[in-house]
């Protein structure tokens, strides 16, 4: 009855607001729409970085369900975490309990700055068993300084109550006790809200995917001081190295231009003159002709054109 009290007393006295962390998916859009839904003014953000989002990285804002979304883009600083996970990785090259960790720290400094009570995010459950276990939940909260204020109202049935719930801002009877990777009644309360235009689940994250983990892992090995550059570079077309030096070779037309557009001061490019075929980014400490010769070869046996001329230029010159 107290807490009921103190919740209409909020609706009528004072505005309370949140920081709600979106990834544009299912989980976040219904967490947002139940924070939302208890007069709660919301303070949106999406993070993005080569990895995941990375349409977003040059943007500021977004729309998000009518609302406006800050863009925060990730980028050496979360490189490095990426590089020294102090919590490990996932199946591939993906530091989730770090990289929730610096999300919400992130989101912390913003909570004291625009005196938001509390974070919410989408987050299921034992949705996903490395990041989304009860300990690794407990973990994220404390390590962020954010104890007792992360409110998961998707599963906030099945967890401890929040310092927002306790204080009655946040009216707990409203909020759901779902858990694992099950979508029935997400997608049950989606068609109850009338959502749409939510990204699919999985895929998300490119640090997951074996592949390019393994690119990314071997650009560690060889270049210990990677950029943010070099790991968008190694996303597009095939990777090889001839010793320390990175060489790209594009898959396709589209693949052609994003790699030359990745092409930086110190790079050369080779391309084929006289017969399509792809064009080639090497980028490293080039010491002799070799490197060249080895790149031509791959440009010359993926053109399927032996006899095709290739032209060898420094990035930015002609």
């Known amino acids: 009855m107290i807490c009921h ?87 591939g090259m993906n530091p989730c309990i770090d990289c929730k960790i610096y999300m919400f720290r992130k989101a912390a400094k913003i909570m004291e700055e625009i005196k ?50 306790i204080e009655g801002l946040i009216d707990r009877e409203k909020l759901f006790a779902i858990s694992g990777r099950q979508r029935k009644q997400q997608l049950y309360l989606a068609e109850k809200m009338g959502l749409s235009g939510f990204s699919q689940p999985a895929g998300g994250c490119l640090l997951t995917d074996r592949i390019y983990a393994e690119k990314l892992k071997q650009l560690f090995l060889k270049w210990p001081y990677t950029t943010m550059e070099d790991a968008e570079l190694i996303k597009r077309g095939r990777v090889f190295w001839h010793k320390d030096v990175l060489i790209v070779v594009g898959r396709n037309k589209n693949e052609n231009e994003l790699l030359a557009n990745l092409a930086k001061t110190g790079d050369f490019v080779i391309y084929c003159e006289s017969a399509p075929g792809p064009l080639c980014v090497i980028r490293g400490k080039i010491a002799d002709s070799e490197v060249f010769d080895y790149a031509k070869n791959k440009v010359l046996f993926y053109a399927r054109r032996p006899d095709a001329e290739c032209r060898i230029v420094e990035a930015g010159k002609k």
């Open 5 to 91: 009290v103190a919740y209409m007393i909020k609706l009528f006295v004072m505005k309370i607001r949140a920081i709600g962390l979106v990834s544009g998916g299912l989980d976040s859009m219904i967490a947002t729409r139940l924070i939302i839904s208890q007069g709660v003014d919301v303070f949106l953000i999406i993070f993005a970085s080569p990895f995941f989002h990375a349409d977003l990285m040059e943007k500021e804002t977004i729309d998000f369900m009518g609302t406006e979304a800050t863009v925060i883009a990730m980028g050496e600083e979360y490189l490095h975490i990426v590089k020294n996970p102090e919590y490990g990785y996932g199946s």
């Open 116 to 165: 938001a009570s509390f974070v919410f995010t989408g987050e299921v459950l034992n949705q996903r068993p490395f990041s989304q276990t009860r300990a690794f939940m407990k973990l994220t909260e404390k390590k962020s300084n954010l104890e007792g204020r992360i409110l998961r109202p998707l599963s906030a049935k099945l967890l401890d109550p929040t310092i927002p719930e």
